[in-house]
């Protein structure tokens, strides 16, 4: 069974650039969550995606934006690129929402994006 | 203030030793805690996840806790190996709520 596959894997942008990053999740689930994680603030939760609807936004300005595909694939934009957005961009798979009860969630291997 | 605290921040021990990762948290009602294991450049990976209701979860040399009165967890790791050197994340969920909190994570170091 494959698992939650994100490309590319690493990204070099400059200000002012977009970027889109892919996730692919397991086969079957339908639910898609992005996390941006960077050394000193940890795991921030961006946005989560169910069905190919937008369940749930975290507290992120509107220049990162997503969107599901009928066959679950997302994928994550991010406009006017700012140095701070320098981090590593984590996808989760699950069948359901990852916060519910004995729903496991995957990760996949990020997407490592670096502004310059 | 985050509502998930983990101590300590990082933390080295020698191969075969035992130690013991803490998560403070003040998410209420909660649905559920999670631990996972993130390798260096790799996603995380889920250890154990348990409900409000449960003391205790053990996954291999893995042994969670969970004290829901006091609102603490902790994760155990016993006769540690090199592969465990990772960073070790708590993750809670809230009741009848879509955001989950995030603790900052320990990073643990094994050394040979």
């Known amino acids: 069974k494959a698992g939650v596959t994100q490309t590319p894997r690493y990204l070099i942008k400059t200000r002012g650039q977009q970027v889109t990053l892919s996730c692919s999740p397991i086969?079957?689930?339908?639910?898609v969550s992005w996390y941006q994680q960077t050394p000193g603030q940890g795991l921030q939760f961006l946005f989560e995606?169910?069905?190919?609807?937008?369940?749930n936004k975290g507290n992120f300005p509107g220049r990162f934006s997503g969107r599901q595909f009928s066959n679950s694939r997302s994928e994550m934009n991010v406009s006017t690129l700012e140095l701070g957005d320098s981090a590593l961009y984590l996808c989760?798979?699950?069948?359901?929402?990852?916060?519910?009860?004995?729903?496991?969630?995957?990760f996949g291997q990020g997407t490592r994006l670096t502004v310059v | 203030k985050n509502q998930v605290e983990q101590s300590p921040q990082s933390l080295i021990i020698l191969e075969g030793k035992n130690c013991t990762l803490q998560?403070?948290?003040?998410?209420?009602?909660?649905?559920?805690l999670r631990w996972y294991k993130q390798d260096t450049g790799r996603g995380p990976v889920s250890l154990t996840i348990?409900?409000?209701?449960?003391n205790t979860k053990s996954n291999g040399r893995y042994t969670a806790t969970l004290d829901a009165d006091t609102k603490q967890s902790s994760l155990h790791i016993t006769a540690s190996q090199l592969s465990d050197s990772a960073s070790y994340i708590c993750?809670?969920?809230?009741?009848?709520?879509?955001?989950?909190?995030f603790g900052a994570g320990t990073t643990v170091t094994v050394r040979a």
């Open positions: 989760a798979s699950s069948l359901e929402y990852m916060g519910q009860l004995n729903t496991e969630a995957f």
């Open positions: 086969s079957g689930h339908r639910s």
């Open positions: 995606y169910f069905s190919e609807t937008q369940r």
């Open positions: 998560c403070n948290y003040t998410v209420s009602p909660f649905s559920n």
């Open positions: 348990m409900t409000f209701s449960e």
């Open positions: 993750v809670v969920s809230p009741l009848n709520d879509y955001k989950l909190s």
